[in-house]
């Protein structure tokens, strides 16, 4: 039985190519019971080019796979603090998003909760196009929620708009309609 760590020296032979990630996937999809282990290390790791490599492949993984996520659903939310580059927040709240709007029927209070506020951490803090723009659908599914989630959304979208990069302001337009 390999190690973990003999695991992750497959990902390091792996490139930022389509072809590489789509490797990466499917060596994920032939041993989904490391899946959760992998997003785990890389989320709680120092976030070097080979963690950015596995998230990649697990975006590409769990878009097929949503359910996968179930188990440790918690644990990622949780890691999601912890996540600085760019590379992998963006794949990390793609994740997010869609599972969110494929399971919110069965998140509990709590959980939607900790979705809303990292979305609008996403959206606060400095962060690349996909990254903001995938908050915002986020807090799109989320806004019958709690009162509070769709006037706050609308206050900071239009408070950000003015200087908003053109592919903000076609994700904030959906937002604001």
Known sequence: MKTLEQHRSFFETLSARKTDRIQGRDYIAAQPELLL?????????????????????????????LEQLHPGFDHFLNGLPKVHNESMRRSLSKILHFYSKAFSHRLDNQQKEKIIAQAFDWLIEPAQVATLSFA????????THAP??????????????????????????????
């Open 148 to 177: 509070w989630v769709q006037a706050a959304l609308r206050a900071l979208v239009e408070k950000q708009l003015p200087d908003a990069s053109p592919g903000y302001r076609a994700a904030a337009r959906e937002i604001l309609k």
């Open 37 to 65: 282990d992998l997003l785990f290390s890389a989320i709680e790791s120092e976030q070097k080019r080979i963690h950015i490599l596995v998230i990649w492949c697990i975006e590409l993984h769990l878009c097929d796979h």
């Open 136 to 143: 915002l659908k986020i807090l799109k599914t989320f806004k």
